[in-house]
């Protein structure tokens, strides 16, 4: 069983699109996030809920809007996709939000903006 | 903004080196880890240290945080070729933040 999957894995797109990414956790985490990793490799957070609660809204381009129907999955909804958007997205949950919790990342979304 | 630096970025080396990879930071971090990323996979932690000083093994993978705990390094004996990956730390201040990573690559 995947611990934290995410669809699509790849999404190929134009610019000016509209476009949705979904992740599911199966291990009973409160706390989900979404990651944005760069062909830099560089990885850095984007939003986090804890119980279906936003608790970590970085400074992204408000195109970007998260979604969190329940515990178990956390949606990123992206508008107007630019260029610049083009990264792997990767999903994460852990039992709860702290310092010592272990983050179980997904396989990763890979969007490539033409 | 607490910023993770992460040194060196690339490192080949030939199977049986040794290696470290440091983590440096002005901040202080109430925890730090370390996470490997495999290409087309999301990272995979190693381990998490939260006492400075600490030092933790995994196997031939040796973690340490810095008595300050501003900073970490990761020391690999006798690397092997499963070993090549992407490196990543990772400090909890507020929040997790990762440093640019590390490409290890072991050759044969």
């Known amino acids: 069983d995947t611990a934290v999957s995410q669809t699509p894995k790849y999404l190929v797109t134009q610019m000016g699109n509209d476009k949705s990414i979904k992740c599911e956790q199966n291990?009973?985490?409160?706390?989900m996030y979404w990651y944005k990793q760069d062909s830099k490799k560089f990885l850095k957070i984007m939003f986090s809920?804890?119980?279906?609660?936003?608790?970590i809204n970085e400074t992204v381009p408000n195109r970007f809007s998260p979604k969190s129907p329940d515990k178990a999955h956390l949606n990123l909804h992206i508008n107007s996709l630019e260029l610049g958007d083009s990264a792997v997205y990767f999903c994460?949950?852990?039992?709860?939000?702290?310092?010592?919790?272990?983050?179980?990342f997904g396989p990763g979304t890979r969007l490539l903006v033409l | 903004t607490q910023l993770l630096e992460q040194s060196p970025q690339f490192l080949s080396i030939q199977e049986g080196e040794n290696l470290t990879v440091y983590c440096n930071s002005s901040?202080?971090?109430?925890?730090l880890q370390w996470y490997r990323q495999e290409p087309g996979e999301g990272p995979v932690l190693l381990v998490t240290?939260?006492?400075?000083?600490e030092v933790k093994k995994l196997k031939r993978l040796t973690f340490q945080f810095g008595d300050a705990r501003k900073d970490s390094s990761l020391h690999i004996t006798a690397a092997q070729t499963g070993d090549t990956g992407l490196y990543l730390c990772a400090g909890f201040g507020v929040k997790l933040v990762f440093g640019a990573g590390t490409i290890l690559r072991v050759k044969s």
């Open positions: 291990l009973g985490h409160d706390t």
């Open positions: 994460a949950s852990s039992q709860n939000y702290g310092d010592q919790e272990t983050q179980y």
């Open positions: 809920y804890n119980n279906k609660e936003l608790i």
């Open positions: 901040s202080v971090f109430s925890s």
């Open positions: 240290v939260v006492t400075g000083g």
